[in-house]
């Protein structure tokens, strides 16, 4: 791409585009606190709540990006039971994103990480979930609801946060659902020892970070320069087509399997660094650009320019469409 007319062009192609988002529903939570004593009971610093907001996460924040980016989007997901799950739901009304594939499981509860924050200051993460699989009750409504779908989706994004959402059933399932509507599935894998990570072979694209990357290949990797062809001759002798690997300050290394190569995309260079939420993002970005025309490449640069604009912001953040066509100001 040459110039700023070329992204405006892939961008306003966003709008006429319906993506399906499946994956685990997470509910971020922000407790703005002021922190001016010690507790009396405990060595342990007393937070008085200023403030509460709720955020998407998960699965939720990939769809949240991408409807911000005027997709039409439609989350796949499980919601439990607690107090929050009328927020997360209300959220994603107030988003724009479809909850018509959300559905509610009495067996598990509502996935919610709680941070108590002091200024710029994460004071401590508290964790509410249940991580066992979904039931096969609840994997045949999904796979239902995708076939009631009355317009053929133009890509599927699997968001796995390993919260048991994503099954080993359910994602075989979904990858025949796909290749009998020739619907690109693109993946953002959390692995681990329960999940063969071939499952995911036939993706059109997967986007592992480092983390992600080291125990796919179950070792420590440098991504030094002569590294990298054994790196993703290993990667691509699991998945067949396009890789995206995340390095977070490093940027991302690209295989694409239209060009038979890779690429190393640097990163920005940025005073503030957060990387709460980024990885989604950078998938959103991706997704919609390819979904919109663009190559692998240019698809890749958009996505890591937005990225850049996330990282500059505090916690789990989205990037808008002027945001993004900022960036390349």
Known sequence: MENIESYKKIINN????????????????????DVNRI??????????????????????????????????????????????????????????ISSNGVFFD??????????????????IRIDQEDLHDISIDIENKIIDFLYDQKIKADAIVLSDYAKGCLTSSLIKRIFIY?????????????PNKNKDISLYKDAWLI??????????????LSFKKE???????????????????????DGMYIWSHKENGFYHLETTKQDFFDVCGAGDTTMAVLVASICGGASLIDAAIMANHAAGVVIKK???????VDDLLNSFL
């Open 14 to 33: 966003y709008k006429n585009k319906n993506i399906l988002v499946i994956g685990d529903s997470i509910l971020d939570m922000y407790l703005q606190s």
């Open 39 to 96: 507790s009396p009971e405990a060595p342990v610093p007393v937070a008085l709540v200023k403030d509460k907001k709720y955020v998407l996460g998960g699965a939720a924040n990939t769809a949240n990006n991408l409807a911000t980016l005027g997709i039409n989007t439609t989350l796949v997901s499980v919601i439990g039971k607690g107090e929050e799950h009328k927020s997360y739901l209300d959220l994603l009304q107030s988003k724009n």
């Open 227 to 249: 590294d990298l062809k054994n790196i993703f001759r290993e990667l691509k002798s699991i998945f067949s087509k396009n890789i995206v690997v995340t390095v977070g300050k």
């Open 314 to 320: 505090k916690g789990t953040s989205i990037c808008t």
């Open 178 to 190: 796909s290749k009998e509507l020739n619907i690109p599935v693109f993946v953002d894998p959390k």
């Open 106 to 123: 009495n067996s598990r509860m509502m996935t919610v990480k709680k941070r108590v924050v002091s200024g710029n200051q994460q004071l």
């Open 207 to 220: 986007k592992p970070n480092r983390k992600e990357a080291e125990v796919i290949l179950n070792k420590k």
